[in-house]
């Protein structure tokens, strides 16, 4: 750890700030938080009870906003996790969405401000979709500016958070000062999931070195919060769901989810829950359990997540002769649908599955803003969703970290929200510590003063 007091202490503003995520590590590293900025009231109200007092809500588009950054003159850092829903894998990717182009907003603040280094994150579908164009044009943008840019990938997992959350970030050094920025060693273990094989070569992944720790599990993060309790901050959840749903936490293993439309250990069907979905006889779930093993096959189609079989082909597949009684009977309790007069199977298609229950010894999947609704996801060996406060802990927050201060649905809804969008706390905290080392060494190029820049202070409203 750099001892910032020999030079002072190194100033940051922080934008796109959330609830802080990013921006704890740098306050528990003695930087000095000058100015931070969300255009959402509940992330800025929470941010300046945890962090500091100094944060606003702007809109960086705003006037505003733009006024803001010609008063604070200069600083040593910049902060941005600029929004990234046009790029995310969770929901559409639109490449003219204009929330793509805010980072706009912050080469902007960089540009006027000059820190020394900035530091930028944003999903890693930046580096993936629209054929990598975006991530292109950020690069340029910012050395246009007058900044050398590198970007790594890496898991929250390498650095001991609980969770697989994998994020792009941006550092970006002032041309006038060396180059030689040493980015953060993972700590952990990684561990590479389905589907990402093609990333396995990237060094930055799974660390550079030999991680020193094995990964942590939901387990190991949550296992003393079982019990829901109100003497627990945060430790709490909506109840504000169909209460029917029981059935179907009752009937979801861990490692299983609900879904119909891929044939697989993991997949719990829903004829396989009668209390809730409907009975069915004997003839009909051959029939269901026949489209769920054949409709991903090639030989019937190239639609990707599956395709509806024609009454001759699930006649041949099942051995049912006589099949009208039993499709009618289907379509009307809901299981099957009619596409161009073949079938297919119905429900529990959003995201390949509903209500997936993670493995208790394991990490958990990305922490998302939906996950206080259990249809998304369950505990792994309670019948409910997670609380705020283990999500929290699945983020790496500390239990110190207060998101709500009533019991209003709404406030905790948000905080779930905060908590899903945010950068995890351990990150953010190997980011500071390794700008606060390249800070240090930079010292011989700018003096001291030079950390203590002259500066209006921007007016609260």
């Not at 559409?92 to 820190?115: F, G, T």
């Not at 950020?138 to 994998?166: A, C, M, N, W």
């Not at 169909?242 to 009937?251: A, M, N, P, R």
């Not at 054949?294 to 006589?322: A, F, Q, T, W």
């Amino acid at each position: 750890m750099v001892d910032f007091k020999a030079f002072g202490r190194p100033t940051v503003v922080s934008l796109f700030a959330g609830c802080g995520g990013l921006d704890i590590g740098f306050k528990e590293a003695g930087y000095d938080l000058i100015y931070a900025c969300d255009n959402d009231p509940a992330a800025v109200e929470v941010y300046k009870r945890n962090i500091d007092e100094r944060a606003f809500v702007r809109d960086v588009t705003s006037v505003e906003f733009h006024d803001d950054i010609a008063s604070l003159g200069s600083c040593d850092v910049v902060l941005g996790g600029f929004p990234c829903q046009g790029f995310s894998k969770a929901g559409p990717k639109k490449h003219d969405d204009i929330r793509n182009l805010l980072y706009l907003e912050m080469r902007q603040a960089v540009s006027l401000l000059r820190p020394k280094i900035f530091l930028a994150e944003n999903v890693d579908g930046l580096s993936q979709n629209f054929k990598g164009s975006f991530l292109d044009a950020i690069i340029k943008d910012f050395r246009d500016v007058g900044y050398r840019v590198e970007f790594r990938i890496h898991d929250s997992l390498t650095f001991g958070v609980p969770q697989h959350r994998r994020r792009i970030y941006f550092v970006g050094v002032r041309e006038d000062l060396s180059p030689n920025f040493d980015w953060p060693e993972p700590t952990h273990a990684g561990k590479v999931r389905n589907g990402e094989s093609v990333i396995l070569e990237r060094s930055d992944l799974l660390g550079l070195k030999a991680p020193v720790l094995p990964l942590r599990s939901i387990k190991d993060a949550v296992e003393d919060l079982l019990e829901l309790s109100v003497d627990i901050p945060d430790h709490k959840i909506t109840n504000a769901w169909d209460k029917g749903w029981y059935y179907i936490f009752e009937k979801i293993g861990p490692g299983q989810k609900l879904c119909n439309v891929r044939h697989s250990p993991t997949s719990v069907y829903t004829w396989q829950i009668p209390e809730y979905f409907g009975s069915v006889d004997e003839a009909e779930k051959l029939i269901l359990e026949t489209i769920a093993r054949n409709r991903r096959h090639k030989r019937y189609g190239s639609i990707p997540n599956g395709n509806p079989l024609s009454i001759d082909v699930i006649r041949e597949l099942s051995g049912i002769s006589e099949l009208a009684g039993s499709i009618e009977s289907l379509l009307l309790k809901g299981y099957l649908k009619e596409v161009d007069g073949k079938y297919d199977l119905k429900g529990a298609m959003f995201c390949s599955g509903l209500f997936k229950r993670p493995e208790w010894d394991m990490p958990c999947s990305t922490v998302l803003t939906n996950f206080h609704n259990p249809r998304y996801f369950l505990h792994p060996i309670k019948n409910r969703p997670f609380s705020l406060r283990e999500c929290a802990r699945l983020q790496g927050f500390p239990d110190d970290f207060i998101f709500t201060l009533s019991t209003d649905v709404r406030e905790l809804t948000a905080g779930y929200r905060l908590v899903g969008n945010a950068v995890s706390p351990p990150v953010g905290r190997a980011f500071a510590n390794a700008i606060a080392a390249y800070l240090g060494k930079e010292t011989h190029i700018e003096t001291s003063a030079d950390f203590a820049h002259p500066r209006r202070e921007v007016e609260r409203v």
